[in-house]
């Protein structure tokens, strides 16, 4: 019995710590994701104005744009205490 009892009151910790790890990583992979996204489609847009061909750059300030948007979207819901998910 007491086995059982140190079994469940360690699994329960461990899932609830996960289950709120998962989210925030979701979060922020979806804040990477919209970040980047958004980066690229503007990028794309100013260029078929301007006739420019893309340079070789490109995927690697999508990348760093995304990076910033998880980081300030991770910022923002801490302050705002926002629960709602990115999804």
Known sequence: MRKRMLFVCLLMPMMVMT????RSASNAGCDFVTGAYGNAKDREERESRSHRVS???NNKQDAA???FSAMFGALGRALNNDE???I
Not at 19 to 22: H, K
């Open 55 to 57: 340079s070789s750059d």
């Open 19 to 22: 289950g709120c790890s998962s």
């Open 65 to 67: 744009v995304g990076l």
């Open 84 to 86: 709602s998910s990115c």
